[in-house]
Each structure stands twice: as structure tokens, then as C-alpha cells.
């Protein structure tokens, strides 16, 4: 990885949204599964905006990007990306719920947003809806787990 590519990705997420040090991005992805591939480095980012330009940087740098919602559903993968460095972009930071239709039972919700995370806006909210028990913890990222052929 170039100090270039490490210079526009921190333009774009900022130095907390960023990990590039080896010791740190080692961390960050270790996995329970016995594959594993080191990333060059981790983003976070918090909009859908920073996420274009993400992917627009590394398709003009030739850079491959492994997308996890939050990483935490464990037996899926985690943050382990199929291949050797790149960019590990991690999503959890977009926990915006958007609405909740309690007529028709449907939810649009940002890739961060968690189990624990919807079935509380449910609860709060005092809908008459629940959210689906995943084969998972309360952690996990509900589009990550749908994604992952898990129930959503």
C-alpha cells in the first residue's frame, strides 16, 4: 500500500476511521475460522458518501475492497477477506434505521445496524414487530447475516 492510498483514505474517513499499522490491522481482522488473510488496512466508514469514495479510490488505484457489515458474525468469516491485502472496509459505523413499516413489516436500515440495534428501535418504538432470532449474536449486522444466507 502506497503512503498516497493512505493519505486519500484518511482524507476520506478520517484518522479514527483508519488502521493501517500492521500490528493494529492484524487485530482488527483476527478471526475465529482457521483461513485468514491480512488486509493492508481497515476502514470505517459512517456514510454512504464515504463508502463511493472509497470505492471510487480504489477502483482508480487498482486496490480490491473486502466489504463486512460488522464482522461479528462469527462462523461467517468475521473480517477475514478471501484474499491477501487490500482494503477491509468495515461498515459498522452506518447504524442509521431508516423506517420500520409496521403494516407492511419491513425495515430499510444502514449495514451497521445489529440485532441488539433493531430489536431495541422495535421495542422503544413500541411496534408490534420483532426481529428474527439469528443463528448468531446480538452483535451480528442484520444485512450482513442476510448476505451471509443467514435469516433476516
Given at each position: 500500500m502506497t503512503n498516497t492510498l493512505m493519505d486519500r483514505l484518511?482524507?476520506?474517513v478520517g484518522a479514527n476511521g483508519l488502521v493501517f499499522e500492521p500490528s493494529k490491522v492484524e487485530f482488527e481482522t483476527r478471526t475465529c475460522i482457521?483461513?485468514?488473510q491480512i488486509p493492508d488496512c481497515v476502514v470505517y466508514p459512517d456514510s454512504a458518501d464515504q463508502v463511493q469514495r472509497i470505492v471510487a479510490l480504489a477502483q482508480e488505484l487498482k486496490v480490491p475492497i473486502w466489504p463486512v457489515s460488522t464482522g461479528?458474525?462469527?462462523?461467517?468469516?468475521?473480517?477475514s477477506a478471501c484474499y491477501q491485502g487490500g482494503i477491509t472496509m468495515v461498515l459498522e459505523r452506518m447504524k442509521k434505521i431508516?423506517?420500520?413499516d409496521e403494516m407492511l413489516g419491513y425495515a430499510?436500515?444502514?449495514p451497521g445496524v445489529t440485532y441488539r440495534d433493531l430489536n431495541r428501535y422495535l421495542k422503544d418504538n413500541k411496534l408490534a414487530l420483532w426481529s428474527d432470532c439469528a443463528g448468531t449474536t446480538e452483535s451480528a449486522s442484520v444485512i450482513g447475516n442476510a448476505?451471509?444466507?443467514?435469516?433476516?
Open positions: 484518511g482524507e476520506i482457521p483461513y485468514r461479528k458474525n462469527w462462523g461467517y468469516g468475521e473480517k431508516e423506517v420500520v430499510v436500515i444502514e448476505l451471509d444466507k443467514g435469516a433476516a
